[in-house]
């Protein structure tokens, strides 16, 4: 089985501000294209596209396993190399995608 942790970066085209107040959906609606400037922030377009090869290309199997911004290796936070957390997030991550072995009767 393949995994990797996929950041999609800071996408502010994702339409997360259209259950905010008006006045809100105002100021982020003006603001959005200044923050798609910033270094890191993404379209929605290239971040899908990002993580669909990272998820079908052949030349990304050398990411699995890995943290991944755009199309490369990055370093993730400390508390994700706890050792003791890492075979729950496994377990639950099977769990939620519903491939979860059978651990007995339930």
């Given at each position: 089985?393949?995994?990797?942790?996929?950041?999609?970066?800071?996408m502010p085209?994702?339409?997360?501000?259209?259950?905010?107040?008006?006045?809100?959906?105002?100021?982020?609606?003006?603001?959005?294209?200044?923050?798609?400037?910033?270094?890191?922030?993404?379209?929605?377009?290239?971040?899908?596209?990002?993580?669909?090869?990272?998820?079908?290309?052949?030349?990304?199997?050398?990411?699995?396993?890995?943290?991944?911004a755009g199309?490369?290796?990055?370093?993730?936070?400390?508390?994700?190399?706890?050792?003791?957390?890492?075979?729950?997030?496994?377990?639950?991550?099977?769990?939620?995608?519903?491939?979860?072995?059978?651990?007995?009767?339930?």
């Open positions: 089985m393949r995994a990797a942790s996929f950041d999609p970066g800071l085209d994702t339409g997360l501000a259209r259950n905010y107040p008006r006045i809100v959906q105002k100021i982020y609606s003006t603001l959005a294209p200044l923050i798609a400037r910033i270094p890191g922030a993404n379209l929605v377009k290239t971040s899908a596209e990002n993580l669909a090869w990272l998820a079908t290309s052949p030349e990304a199997e050398p990411l699995m396993g890995r943290y991944v199309r490369r290796p990055r370093t993730s936070s400390p508390v994700s190399y706890a050792s003791d957390l890492q075979q729950d997030v496994w377990n639950t991550s099977l769990e939620r995608a519903g491939t979860a072995p059978q651990t007995g009767a339930d």
